[in-house]
Nanobody, 126 residues
Framework: QVQLVESGGGLVQAGGSLRLSCAVS????????IAWFRQAPGMEREFVAA????????YYADSVKDRFTISRDNAKNTAFLQMNDLRPEDTAVYYC???????????????????WGQGTQVTVSS
């Protein structure tokens, strides 16, 4: 059984930092593309960042580029999202997701991911 568990969310002031974790069990993370998505109230879920399974190349949404960093520790089967210079518009529930057979052109499409975590709330106050 595959399980993804996010942690590290919370309340932070604008300009602050948080580090989200996504612990994966039941699959070896090294074989999967892993991504972070987020969903704000009343909004659709949107792509934040991903590490493609081949070569480990990273991809970011323009809104978080140069502020967020996605990484993975295959030995711990855990992925991370380091979020710096947080803004009120970053407030959302953050989800991690993995997929083994994703093609690069579908990286930012949430419907293409097979397995999801339950989400962790990030709230940024102004």
């Amino acid at each position: 059984q595959v399980q993804l568990v996010e942690s590290g969310g919370g309340l932070v002031q604008a300009g602050g930092s948080l580090r989200l974790s996504c612990a994966v069990s039941g699959r070896s993370l090294r074989d999967y593309t892993i991504a972070w998505f987020r969903q704000a109230p009343g909004m659709e879920r949107e792509f934040v960042a991903a590490i493609f399974r081949n070569y480990g190349r990273t991809y970011y949404a323009d809104s978080v580029k140069d502020r967020f960093t996605i990484s993975r520790d295959n030995a711990k089967n855990t992925a991370f999202l380091q979020m710096n210079d947080l803004r009120p518009e970053d407030t959302a529930v953050y989800y991690c997701a993995i997929d083994r057979n994703l093609i690069l052109s579908s990286l930012r499409v949430d419907g293409q991911y097979d397995f999801w975590g339950q989400g962790t709330q990030v709230t940024v106050s102004s």
